[in-house]
């Protein structure tokens, strides 16, 4: 399989059953955290990366053969949203397969356009992402294509959870030295704070981040930083 990966059991959403649809490390943000390497395409454009109809294909194959999955799960090694066809996977995993549930793990950089949250409406589940509550952490942490600011991630998170009826777990990764102080914190939960959403995953490095020298943030930290955060959080080491 090219484009389908798994089963595989994920530490937050089960038995995942993965969807790559940006097989080159294309993405809109180069993190340094990013466990897949540096980003070789850093782009916003929207297009047809990986033929869709392949990517159904490769779907229906294994599909049929009814593989127990709590999520299928839009990942992999770029931002899944860049991918112009991922209205239509959605709409066909819908349409064919309802009995599984469909997530999208995305790093937020374009929600914020009305297609898109038209394209993602009928997934059950989105983990959108945010590292910071400041410009400067957020280009230091995520070193974005050129337009993309961090009002653009804030307004897309917004936009999202005040539209989409599914569920919505917002995702924020520290590290340590660079956004776990109490302002970098305190920063980030003014930003969050009238978010409707579930549910803050709060995660750090456990693998080796494309670039090296940074460090995880204790388990201590991360239950006080969670205790800031007005929402229900789950901590993952």
Not at 22 to 48: A, F, H, M, Q, V
Not at 86 to 99: E, Q, S, T
Not at 141 to 150: D, M
């Amino acid at each position: 399989m090219k484009y389908v990966k798994g089963v595989v059991l994920s530490r937050r959403l089960g038995r995942s059953l993965g969807i790559n649809l940006l097989p080159d490390l294309i993405c809109s943000e180069d993190c340094i955290y990013c466990e897949c390497g540096t980003t070789r395409n850093l782009t916003l454009e929207r297009k047809e990366y990986a033929p869709t109809d392949q990517v159904i294909s490769e779907l229906d194959r294994f599909l049929k053969k009814r593989p127990v999955a709590d999520y299928i799960t839009f990942s992999g090694l770029g931002e899944p949203t860049l991918h112009s066809g991922i209205g239509k996977i959605i709409d066909y995993l819908k349409d064919n397969y309802a009995d599984y549930k469909i997530a999208l793990l995305t790093n937020s950089s374009l929600l914020h356009k009305a297609e898109v949250r038209a394209e993602i409406k009928r997934l059950d589940l989105i983990v959108p992402s945010l590292d910071a509550g400041t410009e400067k952490t957020f280009k230091k942490i995520c070193r974005p294509a050129e337009g993309l600011t961090l009002q653009l991630i804030l307004d897309g998170i917004e936009a999202v959870s005040n539209e989409f009826n599914g569920e919505i777990r917002l995702e924020i990764l520290f590290l340590k030295g660079v956004n776990d102080s109490d302002r970098e914190v305190n920063e980030l939960v003014d930003k969050i704070k009238d978010f409707k959403i579930d549910k803050v995953d709060i995660n750090t490095l456990n693998r080796a981040p494309a670039v090296s020298g940074y460090k995880p943030v204790s388990k201590e930290r991360l239950i006080k930083i969670s205790e800031k955060i007005p929402f229900k959080t789950e901590i993952y080491i």
